[in-house]
């Protein structure tokens, strides 16, 4: 796995060239890659902390990784995960792994003894469970994807 610089801000606290590189991340996974129209804009990354995590390449830094932490209350009633990403040339690495216990650690320290939702991908469905999540809905479709909701205990 490369080495990550992990920085984790408010939407306030991002700088336009970090919003940017964080946006540009997620319209490149989430509406090229996966050839999904949705809107991204959604109202809750001004409710959320943002993780990005940098690798330096020959002294410049690239995002390999993010994800938003939403505060409770505004998609769920708990804290929930969602925009977990990659970047491609970083993908295979156990990234995403790593990306998801920085946002669990995160998620414990800020609200302890609360559970963690998110409305993951079907096809992730695995990958989560061995993070201790658990299956809690039926399948639905969001935006043409197959989805389930997901509940990690405290």
């Not at 690239?62 to 970083?90: C, H, N, Q, W």
């Not at 414990?108 to 299956?135: C, D, H, K, N, S």
Request: with cysteine; glycine share 8%.
């Amino acid at each position: 796995m490369p080495q990550v610089a992990w920085q984790w801000k408010r939407f306030a606290e991002l700088k336009p060239a970090e919003l940017y590189t964080l946006l540009a991340a997620r319209a490149a996974v989430f509406v090229v890659e996966q050839a999904c129209a949705f809107q991204d804009a959604d109202g809750l990354d001004l409710y959320a902390w943002h993780l990005l995590g940098w690798v330096e390449n020959d002294h410049d830094p690239t995002l390999a990784a993010y994800l938003r932490l939403v505060d409770p209350g505004r998609k769920y009633i708990e804290p929930s995960i969602g925009r977990v990403l990659t970047t491609l040339p970083f993908r295979g690495t156990d990234l995403g792994r790593a990306t998801m216990r920085e946002g669990l650690a995160r998620a414990a320290a800020l609200y302890p003894g609360r559970a963690v939702r998110i409305g993951a991908q079907q096809r992730l469905e695995r990958f989560y469970l061995e993070l201790g999540f658990r299956t809690v809905s039926a399948p639905y479709e969001e935006d043409g994807i197959a989805h389930i909701e997901m509940l990690r205990s405290p």
